[in-house]
């Protein structure tokens, strides 16, 4: 089974403007990404999908390859879907890794693959891990069922702790594994209801009957949205385990 990896990025962050290309411990922010999911050992070919030549010719530098993509999409989902269009070769799997998570596991990423390929009924997998203070919106909250089917996303804390307190929430981690038809289908469709109340484009996925799985993985990653988060990364890169294989 064939294994695409793709990795959204633009310049047009509002919270963080240019975050692709911030330096950390030498490189841009968007080429850990990109080199660390090169760590993987199940993906067979890794692309920066981006509609900025500025992001191209900079991750060129550092032997990235990249493609051009319209600057039109809505999301990064939308961005990948135009990627895969573009590809000649046929693939089982296409991993969407978020370009703003400079220390993301190799080995969460190789889990959910592996994870896929014997859920290979499910249309995405959505990985999640345990957080204890789910109050920061910028944290997207998931809720699944005991088959571990997802129910819902959402940037509010749920479930909500009515009569007693959790010990745990699952939050949402940047890395998804979708079958090519299902990311076709996602991208064909109109943003939804859901979807445009709380900006999480996977409520998409969810409202047009997808069907969606998760796996809890152990460890720690975040995105880096906002400047609290890009300090934090440049002091956790040079002390991270991965970054001695390919700084």
Known sequence: MKVLGLIPSRMGSKR???????????LPLVVHTYRRANLSKLID????????????????????????TSPYHLNGTERIAEAFLKQSNKYDFVID???????????????????????????????????????NPNLIKVVANKKNEVMYLSRSKIPFEAKSKSNFFL????????????????????????????DIELLRGLEIGLKIKTIN???????????????????????????????
């Open 16 to 26: 963080l403007p240019a975050k692709a290309l911030l330096p950390i411990s030498g």
């Open 45 to 68: 070919k890794i692309l920066i999908c981006t509609d900025s030549k500025k992001i191209i010719s900079e991750t060129k530098k550092y032997k990235c390859k990249s493609i051009l």
């Open 97 to 135: 890794i978020q370009g703003d998570e400079p220390l993301i596991s190799p080995y969460h990423i190789d889990e959910i693959i592996k994870f896929h390929k014997k859920n290979n009924d499910v249309d995405i997998i959505l990985p999640t891990l345990k957080i204890k203070y789910p109050d």
């Open 171 to 198: 939050k949402h981690l940047s890395i998804i594994s979708f079958k090519p038809e299902a990311l076709l289908k996602f991208a064909k469709a109109k943003p939804t209801p859901l979807e445009k109340l709380e």
């Open 217 to 247: 993985l152990k460890g720690d990653s975040f995105s880096v949205d906002v400047a609290e988060d890009y300090k934090r990364a440049k002091s956790q890169m040079n002390k991270d385990r991965f970054f001695k294989f390919y700084k």
